[in-house]
């Protein structure tokens, strides 16, 4: 939904780009607008299931900010491939998600997604494997290394991509 978001002004972002508005603005209402709806369901569902499979606190926290950081990260990706690769003479909207720029924001979620899962599985086995021992759970400086590690790459997974983004609707040319 977020992907084509700039594809589907077509002919009329000249009109937008030419309006008072600060494309600045009209990026954030993009990016709010489609990542709100995936961020609220994306946190129901994962807190649905945490509790009915009643995982302990610090899972539900754990997968609960996992969750938050990689929809704001992927919405923020959306949003710069679709803006970088932007397909206006497409008349079809179902044909851009399948264009080039879509499959590389694809590969790029897929690495993202990829570094967080590698980042937090030592992490999540430590704790698994505590309580699987009965042994006692011990969140140490490790463990706050690796969450750290997760949480830069879906800030700069984040930020970098929107700020990309804007730099590329200032160069529209129509």
Do not use: H
């Not at 993009?30 to 709806?37: F, I, L, R």
């Not at 003479?89 to 590389?104: D, R």
């Not at 750290?148 to 800030?155: D, H």
């Amino acid at each position: 939904f977020i992907f084509p978001a700039v594809s589907l002004e077509g002919r009329q972002m000249w009109l937008l780009r030419s309006s008072p508005l600060d494309l600045r603005a009209l990026l954030w209402s993009k990016y709010w607008v489609g990542t709100v709806p995936l961020l609220a369901l994306g946190l129901l569902l994962t807190g649905m299931t945490n509790a009915l499979l009643e995982v302990s606190t610090f899972m539900m926290l754990m997968s609960l900010a996992t969750m938050a950081a990689l929809t704001l990260a992927i919405a923020a990706m959306a949003l710069a491939f679709g803006t970088i690769y932007p397909q206006f003479e497409t008349e079809n909207a179902a044909q851009i998600p399948t264009s080039f720029g879509g499959l590389v924001f694809m590969m790029a979620t897929i690495v993202l997604l990829a570094g967080v899962i590698v980042s937090l599985w030592q992490a999540v086995y430590a704790y698994v494997r505590a309580v699987y021992d009965g042994r006692p759970v011990v969140i140490d400086a490790w463990m706050f290394l690796w969450f750290g590690v997760a949480a830069a790459l879906c800030t700069a997974a984040t930020i970098v991509p929107l700020r990309l983004a804007l730099k590329k609707m200032e160069t529209f040319e129509f």
